[in-house]
């Protein structure tokens, strides 16, 4: 067998790379990016990759696509641990931790609250907001109700 290193997948032109997905979290990014089984670019995805740091991780890579701060903001709900990588001309032009990357502790019209009696629920013309209590484990509370969400919730959501 060569012992060579091989790229699983090849180098993408321009795009974003999102690596150290925790293995068999790819998916749900996908979910949250809101990539289905048509997407317009070239998406890689490798689910269970041998990481020297992580044991086995996940790998997307999207081709011709960045990622706005309203989908960083949810990948870092669920995936605070991925390294992001900006691609311009086969070069890395960023590259960050996710966890690193300020964001307000307030998530407005993310998700949605799960008791069925918060004013949310109901026809009133009512965003809802929720508070990010704790990282790890993750506890979001719904501001309008105060009912807190763990981390299972948040996931069944994105």
Known sequence: MDNS???LVSKIENGTVIDKI??????QVLKILGIDENPE?????AIKVTSKSMGR???????????NDEELKKL??????????????????????LASREFTNEFTGVLTCINPTCATNFREP??????????DPLLIR????????LEENVREQL
């Open 5 to 7: 290193k091989e790229m």
């Open 22 to 27: 925790i293995e068999g979290k790819s998916i």
């Open 41 to 45: 670019d070239t998406i890689a995805v």
């Open 57 to 67: 991780k996940d790998i997307i890579k999207l081709t011709n696509r960045y990622l």
């Open 76 to 97: 870092w709900l669920i995936a605070p641990q991925s390294v992001i990588s900006i691609i311009n001309g086969f070069q890395v032009s960023d590259k960050f931790v």
């Open 126 to 135: 009512v965003v809802p907001k929720f508070y990010l209590m704790q990282r």
């Open 142 to 149: 719904c501001m309008y109700c105060d009912r807190v969400m």
